[in-house]
């Protein structure tokens, strides 16, 4: 896949980094391993989420995760695109670095706050704003793909169908939903609920088809090797 510069996955990185701003990993001691934290951690309202961005998240890594640079690669990701849960921005920032028009959202003011200083700090056009993700209808707009990075396995299930009905009215036909979650073969108590195959097939069983869900890392900084999740690729019928 070329990006925006012409350039490959190395090209986006840079684009997504400028040299002269820290990663988080540089900022801040080494965190603890996941598999040493105490479990679980479950925000659940805004304000929850926001108090996180007071330092930095144990999923804010500062890049994009690499599956959703894997579907960038494989031209994927195209059209209008909608980052759920944008946090700090990076997947919002990765679609507006390949040229294309993307919005993030997230419930936590300090995140969006951090997203668009990074968009000012990297010459990127990304639009983001605090907005409730059960609300998506509300923003009078469809989307041709959408990208969760660590939303979904946050939310009940009641929350869970109100989201899913509202991702069907922003996604035009044809649209997919890309989502990286936390998987049940990941081991522990800490952090989101787990996922399964079945459940996510389930949430989606009327208007939609499930492409594929498949083993995936996603990438946190409580150690190298992540966690285990699963990267479901889901189409608007």
Known sequence: ??????????????????????????????????????????????EDFDAFYAGTPPWDIGRPQSAFLSLVEAGAIRGRVLDVGCGTGE?????????????????????IALAEAKARDRGLTAHFLVHDALQLVSLDKQFDSVLDCGLFHVLEDDDRRSFVENLRAVIKPGGR?????????????????RITRDEIRASFDK???????????????????????????????
């Open 207 to 237: 208007g939609w088809q499930v492409d594929s869900i498949e083993p995936a890392r996603l990438d946190i900084r409580m150690g190298p090797d992540g966690i285990l999740a699963w990267l479901a690729c889901i189409t608007r019928t």
């Open 1 to 46: 896949m070329i990006f925006q510069n012409g350039s490959t996955r190395e090209g986006i990185m840079l684009i997504l980094r400028r040299p002269d701003v820290k990663s988080p990993e540089q900022n801040e001691p080494p965190a603890t391993p996941a598999e040493e934290l105490p479990g679980p951690m479950r925000p659940r309202r805004p």
């Open 91 to 111: 997947h919002a920032l990765m679609a507006a670095g390949m040229g294309l028009e993307a919005t993030g959202i997230d419930s936590a003011p300090t995140a």
């Open 177 to 193: 939903y890309f989502m990286l979650c936390f998987s049940d073969r990941q081991s522990g108590s800490f952090g989101p609920r």
